[in-house]
């Protein structure tokens, strides 16, 4: 098992203060074969002095510096640098536990599955702290899919029933090179749930590891924090999966009815359709009373 190699691509914003914590987690890898690509988006903090200090002594490490992307940019360029057969993503400001890279080839072999399938490995994660990410909280949301459409969840369930981190997944490569999959650049918040809604309609393998193997800090300001961006984001992808997948497919419904939710959610009342302010009836009825209320007072 150990001549499969394993590309764990870190991007890097700005984060030098939780830099070291992330590359110490693949450096504390209980499987060796991996390559670590480490992308400076072009932070302006001392992420480059930092980095190559830390990896100077092995040569497993790939080091890129460019002009700021914003993560799908910053993540595309790590890709455009893998030599592995596996994919792992890891935020700077995240951590691996030891045994992840190990754990999911094992569960892979075990399964009778290897580099040339289609492959979404995933694990539960840990809901760290800001300051020490290994002081740990429960994860705010379920962090497994419980159908076997995970499309149809993360379209319709995602931040309301589930959310699953990004270092939580083990790729097949192939999913990226084989299948031309790439973060959408044009999408500034939210571009996870449209990668990973093109990555299920691939109808992958899909194994699961019940084990806490990544770690997410809960980091104050971060863009899962800017509540104006992350709506909007939100409804962007909603809105592209609309115009590509035709009105009369599943996936328009539910992408549909989700933007109208999002935007209820957000009280963007203004900006629904009709017919769904019309499905939410009674919750507009004690939104719009709630401010009548406040405005006579």
Same mark, same amino acid.
């Given at each position: 098992?150990?001549?499969?190699?394993?590309?764990?691509?870190?991007?890097?914003?700005?984060?030098?203060?939780?830099?070291?914590?992330?590359?110490?987690?693949?450096?504390?890898?209980?499987?060796?074969?991996?390559?670590?690509?480490?992308?400076?988006?072009?932070?302006?903090?001392?992420?480059?002095?930092?980095?190559?200090?830390?990896?100077?002594?092995?040569?497993?490490?790939?080091?890129?510096?460019?002009?700021?992307?914003?993560?799908?940019?910053?993540?595309?360029?790590?890709?455009?640098?893998?030599? &592995?057969?596996?994919?792992?993503?890891? *935020?700077?400001?995240?951590?691996? /536990?030891?045994?992840?890279?190990? $754990? !999911?080839? @094992? #569960?892979?072999?075990?399964?009778?599955?290897?580099?040339?399938?289609?492959?979404?490995?995933?694990?539960?994660?840990?809901?760290?702290?800001?300051?020490?990410?290994?002081?740990?909280?429960?994860?705010?949301?379920?962090?497994?899919?419980?159908?076997?459409?995970?499309?149809?969840?993360?379209?319709?369930?995602?931040?309301?029933?589930?959310?699953?981190?990004?270092?939580?997944?083990?790729?097949?490569?192939?999913?990226?090179?084989?299948?031309?999959?790439?973060?959408?650049?044009?999408?500034?918040?939210?571009?996870?749930?449209?990668?990973?809604?093109?990555?299920?309609?691939?109808?992958?393998?899909?194994?699961?590891?019940?084990?806490?193997?990544?770690?997410?800090?809960?980091?104050? &300001?971060?863009?899962?924090?800017?509540? *104006?961006?992350?709506?909007?984001? /939100?409804?962007?992808?909603?809105? $592209? !999966?609309? @115009? #590509?997948?035709?009105?009369?497919?599943?996936?328009?419904?539910?992408?549909?009815?989700?933007?109208?939710?999002?935007?209820?959610?957000?009280?963007?009342?203004?900006?629904?359709?009709?017919?769904?302010?019309?499905?939410?009836?009674?919750?507009?009825?004690?939104?719009?009373?709630?401010?009548?209320?406040?405005?006579?007072?």
């Amino acid at each position: 098992m150990n001549d499969i190699k394993v590309s764990v691509i870190i991007p890097c914003f700005n984060q030098a203060s939780f830099l070291k914590e992330a590359i110490n987690s693949v450096l504390a890898q209980t499987y060796s074969n991996w390559e670590c690509i480490i992308v400076n988006d072009g932070s302006t903090d001392d992420t480059e002095e930092l980095a190559k200090k830390l990896i100077q002594d092995d040569n497993r490490f790939i080091y890129k510096k460019q002009k700021n992307k914003g993560l799908p940019g910053a993540r595309n360029a790590g890709l455009e640098l893998c030599t &592995g057969e596996y994919i792992q993503l890891l *935020d700077a400001d995240d951590a691996l /536990h030891p045994e992840k890279l190990q $754990k !999911h080839l @094992a #569960l892979i072999k075990k399964n009778a599955l290897s580099e040339e399938d289609v492959i979404v490995s995933y694990s539960e994660y840990i809901y760290g702290d800001y300051k020490d990410i290994y002081t740990t909280y429960p994860a705010s949301f379920n962090c497994r899919f419980l159908s076997d459409n995970p499309v149809k969840e993360i379209v319709l369930n995602w931040e309301n029933k589930f959310s699953i981190a990004a270092n939580c997944y083990f790729f097949s490569a192939n999913i990226f090179f084989a299948k031309g999959i790439r973060f959408d650049e044009e999408i500034t918040t939210c571009e996870d749930i449209d990668c990973w809604i093109r990555i299920f309609q691939l109808k992958p393998h899909v194994l699961f590891l019940e084990e806490k193997l990544a770690y997410y800090r809960n980091t104050p &300001g971060s863009m899962s924090k800017n509540i *104006d961006k992350v709506w909007k984001g /939100h409804v962007q992808v909603m809105e $592209k !999966h609309m @115009a #590509l997948s035709g009105k009369k497919s599943q996936l328009y419904k539910w992408a549909r009815y989700k933007k109208n939710e999002v935007l209820f959610r957000y009280r963007k009342i203004g900006k629904m359709d009709w017919f769904y302010k019309l499905y939410f009836g009674k919750e507009l009825i004690s939104y719009y009373r709630a401010r009548l209320l406040a405005k006579l007072h």
